[in-house]
Structures are given as structure tokens and as C-alpha cells.
């Protein structure tokens, strides 16, 4: 899974991405301080299906501790847009290619209000605008690929599959082409579209296909009725307040061992020797926490991975008695898998071969057999049965 970090130049954006997964990444109040991507691993968190099983797991694919499994999500921060990028304005829109693969993007805005939709200094800015902008960006910046290939689309009878050709990699599916398709009454049959159709077509598609969460930053500097304010002009999104500065000070902390700190949490506890200047710090931001119930940060990524993705945590076992794999490893791996997934799909996932031979699976939990077609549910712990050794 691959979520992409999208929004106007100073919002938070790299500060957001190093809270995230603690990579060192340049930081500053100048526009266009990134250029080339960061690249990086956050993990999104749930309770860990062991102690319901009354077990201790040995996970693999995951971390887990104090009962919170952790599993790993490909993050990937990347330029800010602004105002007609698709034009060529600050970077232009070209950097936008590293995000196709993303499944989910979240926007950082500044919820103060104190930086523009260029990253300059301002009093009372708008987020809003900032996610109409950019929305407007991205759906400019597909629409330019559609158009580029226009010609060779239009001479095909099947759309449809012409236009997942060109965007291969983008992770669109031949519905969701039908239904951007359909909501602006397109036909997909002998395309012959304006630019303005297509413009509108990759809107929708962008909007369907890279689905968004508005993360509300800077809320350290802002107030609660702004974010409520905004939450009202955003209803249609999910919107997270947050602040990526505290969060990033309270991990760097923990890493140098001044503080146990569990991310989300809304407390922590001192245990190295801080300066008066940390400790006055250290005060600063666990009063914060307290009455925000945490950063924000762990349930911006949560949020986008669970509730925008519709994600549901799935633990597949070879012992359905002792929950392990073949090593003895109780509950290895938390595997995330969409909502309406089955027991075919998870099989899909661990190994073609697995599914080919796959004959049908067995709830753990339950102790029952399931067929191939057993729609998951969340925390299932579920042995794959095939007709292959193992
Ligand atoms: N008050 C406050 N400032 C922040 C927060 N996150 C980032 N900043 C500041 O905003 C500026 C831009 O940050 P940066 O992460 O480089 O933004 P980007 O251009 O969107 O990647 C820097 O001065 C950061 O210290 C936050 O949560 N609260
Ligand atoms: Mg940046």
C-alpha cells in the first residue's frame, strides 16, 4: 500500500512524513524545499488479534507492542503544487508522476490559516481553497496525460481498456473508468471527447481512484473552531486535525531515549535527564496532547489506511490451533485487505500458487471451514487450505 503526501508549498508536508517514519528530510519555511520525493515507511496501528486469542505473537511481517500491532504502509512526500502547475508554475506538475502508484493521498493545509496557497505568509488564508486548488491540479495533470494519448484512445472501440492501458501503473479499474465515465455522461465506445470532457473525466477519475484525507496541520497554532469551520466547508472528506511538529518532537524524544512515548497516545512518560529547555518543551507539548488526545498523526494515517480505504486486518495461519506458521511463529502477519475481499483474494495475496491449488479455507477463530468466496471480516485469523504440500 503506497499513500501519497500532496499540498501547497509549507504546510507540513515533509514535517508530516518525518513524524511518520523518522526519516531525516530537509525541512523548512521556504517553498519548494523538496524536490525529489522522500520516500519512507509509517505504519498504520490496531489492536493486535493475540491477547482476544490469548496468545503472544511473534510477528514478521509486523512490529507489535503493548498489544498494538504495527503494520508497515509505503509513505511518499513529494513537491508542493500550486496554482497552475499543470502550467509549468512553481515546479510544475511533472513530480506528480511519483504518486501513480498511490492508493490514497492525504493533503496537508494549514489549519492556521497563516500560509497562502503559494506557501506565503498570510493572515486568515483558506484551507478550502487549497483542496479545490489541488484537486484541480491532479485532475489537470491526468486529463494532460489522457490528451497526449488521445489520438490512439479514440481509435479504439473499447475505451475503457484503451484508457487503463495508458494509465497502467496508476492502480484504476476498468469500474472505476466506467463510472467517471457515466457521471459525466461520457461514452467510453469510439471516444471522441473535448478537452473539457476529458478534463472533466479525469476529474472524477482522480477523485475516485486516489481518494483523499485532509489533514488539518498546524493545529498548535490554530484554534478548534477552525477546524470545525473547516470540517463543515470539507464535508464531503474525511478531516483529521493534527500537528506534525509536536508529533515529530515527541518521536525524536523518544529515540533519544527521553521520553516512552507510543504514538497516538495522548500522554507520555519522562525518563532521561531533559534540559530546563526540554522540560519546558516536554510540559508545552504533553499539555497539548492531553486536551487533544494525542498529535493527530497516528489517526491521519490510521484514518486514510482504515477508514478512506475501507481496510480490514487480516492474520493468515498454517496451524489453525496454535495460530502459527510453519516456523512455530504465532499470528506472523497482519495482512491488509480491502473491505469484500475473500478467502480467494488473501490466498491471491500470499502466493499465486497458493490460490491455484487453494481448496478452501479454514476461520481459526471458529474452528470451521469457509470457501474460497468466505467474505473476510476484520481481525479473521484464517488457514488457507491447498492442494499443494504444506
Ligand atoms: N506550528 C507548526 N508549524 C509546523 C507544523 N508542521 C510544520 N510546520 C512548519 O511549517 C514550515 C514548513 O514545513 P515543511 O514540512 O517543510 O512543509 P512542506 O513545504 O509542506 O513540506 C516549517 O517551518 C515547519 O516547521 C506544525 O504542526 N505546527
Ligand atoms: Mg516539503
Not at 470540517?231 to 478531516?239: I, K, N
Request: aromatic share 6%; glycine share 6%.
Amino acid at each position: 500500500m503506497l499513500i501519497g503526501i500532496i499540498g501547497a508549498p509549507s504546510k507540513g508536508k515533509t514535517t508530516l512524513f518525518s513524524a511518520l517514519t523518522l526519516v531525516k528530510a530537509e525541512i523548512s519555511s521556504r517553498p519548494f524545499t523538496t524536490i525529489n520525493p522522500n520516500y519512507g515507511i509509517a505504519y498504520a496501528t490496531t489492536k493486535c488479534v493475540d491477547s482476544e486469542l490469548g496468545v503472544s505473537c511473534n510477528p514478521k511481517n509486523s512490529i507489535c507492542s503493548n498489544g498494538i500491532r504495527q503494520i508497515p504502509i509505503n509513505v511518499i512526500d513529494v513537491a508542493g503544487l500550486v496554482p497552475g502547475a499543470h502550467l509549468g508554475k512553481g515546479m510544475g506538475n511533472q513530480f506528480l508522476n511519483d504518486l501513480i502508484q498511490a492508493d490514497a493521498l492525504v493533503q496537508v493545509v494549514d489549519i492556521s490559516g497563516k500560509t497562502d496557497e503559494y506557501g506565503n505568509p498570510c493572515d486568515n488564508c483558506d484551507p478550502a481553497k487549497e483542496v479545490n486548488m489541488v484537486q484541480g491540479e491532479l485532475a489537470a495533470w491526468l486529463a494532460e496525460i489522457l490528451q497526449r494519448h488521445m489520438s490512439s484512445i479514440a481509435r479504439r472501440n473499447d475505451g475503457s481498456a484503451a484508457i487503463k492501458e495508458i494509465l497502467s501503473g496508476f492502480n484504476v479499474s476498468v469500474e472505476q473508468i466506467q463510472k467517471a465515465a457515466d457521471a459525466n455522461y461520457l461514452s467510453l465506445s469510439n471516444i471522441a471527447w473535448s478537452q473539457e470532457d476529458t478534463l472533466k473525466f479525469a476529474d472524477a477519475l482522480i477523485r475516485l481512484s486516489k481518494p483523499v484525507l485532509i489533514a488539518a496541520n498546524k493545529l498548535d497554532a490554530a484554534s478548534t473552531e477552525q477546524l470545525e469551520e473547516l470540517r463543515r466547508r470539507l464535508s464531503g472528506y474525511e478531516v483529521v486535525g493534527c500537528s506534525a511538529a509536536i508529533e515529530l518532537a515527541l518521536r525524536q524524544a523518544a529515540k533519544s531515549g527521553l521520553i516512552d512515548y507510543i504514538p497516538g497516545s495522548s500522554t507520555f512518560s519522562e525518563k532521561g535527564k531533559p534540559t530546563d529547555e526540554q522540560r519546558h518543551a516536554l510540559e508545552y507539548m504533553l499539555q497539548y496532547i492531553n486536551k487533544h488526545n494525542g498529535t493527530g498523526v497516528q489517526e491521519v494515517i490510521n484514518k486514510v489506511v482504515f477508514d478512506v480505504l475501507n481496510t480490514i486486518v487480516v492474520y493468515p495461519v498454517e496451524d489453525e490451533n496454535k495460530y502459527t506458521d510453519h516456523n512455530g511463529n504465532v499470528l506472523p502477519d497482519a495482512i491488509l485487505m480491502r473491505k469484500g475481499s475473500t478467502a480467494l483474494d488473501l490466498a491471491e495475496k500470499i502466493h499465486s500458487e497458493l490460490a491455484k491449488k487453494m481448496l478452501y479455507a479454514i476461520d481459526a477463530k471458529k474452528k470451521v471451514r469457509v470457501g474460497k468466496e468466505y467474505v473476510l471480516k476484520n481481525n479473521d485469523v484464517i488457514k488457507i487450505v491447498s492442494a499443494a504440500k504444506g
